[in-house]
């Protein structure tokens, strides 16, 4: 059932997704294509706030803080794999594989690849310091309209 804490979440872990990609594309390579990277990672931002914080809401602060960060770690983690299948695909359509097993090896190579790549200070603290106030936000929320 849609409840404005769920819409709240939703939205604010959709922004921080815009705000982080902003800070991931100066340190991709020169020259890359970009892609649906800002409306992929957005609207896995809302899929995150919206399903993960369902039954999670109204617990409290502590439980607050807890389900923002550990959002925005789903987020992070369903977006280093959906960039990854689409940089596999890439690959794959250019015949860089021997068969599919080694295309589905890579997408989780290519993951990694890019999380050692965003793993800077601006972008952890942002991914943290973001999930942390999604969390209270969305309690506020909760507590607002009941």
């Keep these: 059932m849609p409840t404005a804490p769920r819409l709240i979440a939703a939205v604010l872990l959709a922004i921080l997704a815009y705000i982080t990609s902003v800070q991931i594309v100066p ?3 020169e020259g890359t294509d970009m892609g649906y990277f800002f409306p992929l990672n957005m609207a896995l931002g809302v899929f995150v706030g919206w399903f ?4 999670r809401i109204g617990r409290g602060l502590v439980s607050g803080l807890n389900n923002g960060l550990t959002g925005t770690a789903l987020l992070l983690g369903l977006g280093l794999l959906a ?16 068969g599919p097993f080694d295309a589905l090896g890579a997408i989780f190579t290519i993951s990694v690849d890019y ?8 972008v ?14 969305t309690e506020s929320a909760s507590k607002r309209w009941k």
């Design 124 to 137: 952890l603290g942002t991914l943290a310091i973001g999930g942390c106030v999604v969390g209270v936000l």
């Design 115 to 122: 999380l050692f790549l965003i793993s800077v200070p601006a």
């Design 52 to 55: 993960y914080f369902n039954r």
């Design 27 to 29: 340190l991709l390579p």
């Design 83 to 98: 960039q990854g299948s689409n940089e596999m695909f890439r690959l794959a359509m250019r015949h860089r594989f021997d």
